[in-house]
Nanobody
Framework: QVQLVESGGGLVQPGGSLRLSCTAS????????MGWYRQAPGNERELVAG???????NYAGSAEGRFTISRNNAKNTVDLQMNSLRPEDTAVYYC?????????WGQGTQVTVTS
C-alpha cells in the first residue's frame, strides 16, 4: 500500500523557519510530480509549491521567495523549506504525488505561525 508521510510541522513565531519533509513507502518519488499543498480552516486546499519529475518548480505567489521545494532522491523525500513565516501561513500542509492517472496524499502536518 502506498503511503506518503509528512513531518516537520509545528509551532513557530512570525519570521521563523520550518522544514517539512515528505517520504513515501512503495513509491519512488523521483518519478512523480510532487506538490506541497495547504489548507487553512474554512479555506480550500491550495498548491504552495510543486516540482515535476524533471525538476521544474512552481510556487504560489505567497510562497515565492520564501519557500523552496526540493528533492532528495537518495532518501526518497521531497522537502519544503519555509522561511520568513507569517501568521497567514498557518494551515495543515499536505504532500501530494500525482500522475495523469492517480493522486496520492499524505495525512498532513500542522504548521502554526503565531507570536
Amino acid at each position: 500500500q502506498v503511503q506518503l508521510v509528512e513531518s516537520g510541522g509545528g509551532l513557530v513565531q512570525p519570521g521563523g523557519s520550518l522544514r517539512l519533509s515528505c517520504t513515501a513507502s512503495r513509491l519512488t518519488l523521483s518519478f512523480w510530480t510532487m506538490g506541497w499543498y495547504r489548507q487553512a480552516p474554512g479555506n480550500e486546499r491550495e498548491l504552495v509549491a510543486g516540482t515535476t519529475d524533471d525538476g521544474i518548480t512552481n510556487y504560489a505567489g505567497s510562497a515565492e521567495g520564501r519557500f523552496t521545494i526540493s528533492r532528495n532522491n537518495a532518501k526518497n523525500t521531497v522537502d519544503l523549506q519555509m522561511n520568513s513565516l507569517r501568521p497567514e501561513d498557518t494551515a495543515v500542509y499536505y504532500c501530494n504525488a500525482r500522475s495523469p492517472y492517480i493522486n496520492y496524499w499524505g495525512q498532513g502536518t500542522q504548521v502554526t505561525v503565531t507570536s
